[in-house]
């Protein structure tokens, strides 16, 4: 392979609902709800009054083939802080303010 010539490869972009986890296949444009629970994909930050961005995984099941799954952050990348609150630690920190 030339040094010259760039590498072609096929992506495939998939998001991933935070709150059913169900697999969306990238169409035009980015959904802004999940259509299986109507979960919001966008997460803002409260602290630093930003849009959270996306963090993404991918894997390569050819040379030639990436498929990129993004999902919705937990963590501001800014700031670093909690975006959502799941299961125990949700009821946790509620009791810890009314203590």
Partial sequence: MSKNKPV??????????????????QG????KFCPCCGAGLERYCLRCQRKAEMFFE?????DDHCIRTYSPAKRCSRCNAVLEMEGENRNQ???EYHN
């Fill in 93 to 95: 920190d509620k009791e």
């Fill in 58 to 62: 991918e894997w390569w099941p050819q």
């Fill in 8 to 25: 072609k490869f096929t992506l495939t972009i998939d998001i991933q609902c935070g709150g059913c986890g169900s697999l969306l296949h």
């Fill in 28 to 31: 035009e444009g980015f959904p």
